[in-house]
């Protein structure tokens, strides 16, 4: 009797978890009469340690926030490059192309934010989501903003294995951060790339955080950079890796606008409701 609640002890301290079967099992050798106690340990089955699938890997990984792009202590665009660059992908409609951002991953889905105006060219028939990662995916338009230029797609999670969905990441996003953000500040704006060329980063210098641009008809996040066709609906990150808003135009005066952050979770909010929206602390 006390070597079995010995080794029960050991086990539990050890984090293993036992199927209900294997600690009846246990339970009632407690009871066998001390003659018999050999005869039974030596029938019983080994341990049993209940196995975790892919799933509840990726899962478990969702809920510790290890599927976001890390973030640098210091400002650095090139180096917060490669670290954001896994989450902004190419939508490819027809012989068009723009890009967006994985937004959020979830246990059933994974959403892809991106401008309105992206989305008035797709089409279900010829239209795709492709990832950095090599993945190409079909999606569904999840809603549009009537407020601002912006729109999301929903991606069904049976198009991917859980070994390749655990090999994508969010943006790093947090409200905070851009309320910080000040004139003269590092940004940098990620390009989804091409069949014909590879993704890569423009850094611009942050003018205004919100500033009335009429073409727009809304206040935009406003900078000093260089932004071409095809990176519409994608990423703008500051010096760090952290998202700050989605890359929407730009002008041969090297002056670049992109929705603001808030804009972007307002108009997520409006779509999928407040209880759809997983982060933390919103």
Same mark, same amino acid.
């Given at each position: 009797?006390?070597?079995? =609640? ?7 301290? #050890?984090?293993?978890a036992?199927?209900?079967? +294997? ?13 018999? &106690?050999?005869? *039974? ?38 180096k ?7 989450? =902004? *992908? #190419?939508? /490819? ?13 979830t246990?059933?889905? *994974?959403?892809? &934010? ?10 279900? !028939? ?6 950095? /990662?090599?993945?190409y995916?079909? &999606? ?13 797609l ?7 294995? $859980? ?8 943006a ?10 000040? #004139? ?7 390009? &989804? ?12 210098v942050?003018?205004? #955080?919100?500033? $009335? ?18 990176m ?14 989605? !890359?929407?135009?730009? !002008?041969?005066?090297?002056? +670049?606008?992109?929705?603001?952050l ?21």
């Amino acid at each position: 009797m006390i070597k079995c =609640v010995h080794v029960l002890f050991l086990h539990i301290r #050890r984090g293993y978890a036992f199927s209900l079967a +294997v600690f009846l099992a246990c339970a009632c050798y407690l009871y066998v009469p001390p003659m018999q &106690a050999y005869a *039974v340990q030596r029938e019983l089955p080994p341990h049993l340690i209940q196995t975790v699938g892919e799933q509840e890997i990726y899962e478990g990984l969702l809920a510790l926030d290890m599927l976001e792009c890390p973030v640098e202590e210091k400002a650095d665009c090139e180096k917060a490059y490669e670290n954001v660059k896994n989450c =902004v *992908v #190419r939508i /490819q409609m027809g012989n068009a192309h723009g890009s967006g951002i994985i937004w959020e991953l979830t246990p059933e889905r *994974v959403i892809v &934010a991106t401008n309105r105006h992206v989305l008035e060219y797709w089409e279900e !028939t010829d239209s795709y989501v492709y990832f950095p /990662q090599g993945y190409y995916t079909d &999606a569904q338009i999840l809603g549009v903003s009537e407020k601002v230029d912006v729109g999301f797609l929903a991606i069904d999670n049976v198009e991917f294995t $859980y070994g390749e969905l655990k090999k994508l990441r969010s943006a790093h996003i947090e409200e905070d951060i851009y309320d910080g953000l000040s #004139r003269g500040d590092m940004m940098f704006m990620a390009d &989804a790339g091409s069949e014909t060329q590879e993704a890569r980063f423009y850094e611009a210098v942050l003018e205004e #955080r919100q500033k $009335y641009i009429a073409d727009f008809g809304t206040d935009m996040l406003y900078g000093k950079g260089f932004a071409k066709a095809g990176m519409s609906g994608g990423g703008t990150f500051d010096g760090y890796g952290n998202l700050i808003g989605m !890359t929407t135009g730009g !002008t041969i005066q090297n002056e +670049v606008a992109a929705v603001p952050l808030p804009d972007l979770v307002r108009a997520y909010e409006e779509i999928v409701g407040e209880e759809g929206w997983n982060r933390e602390g919103n």
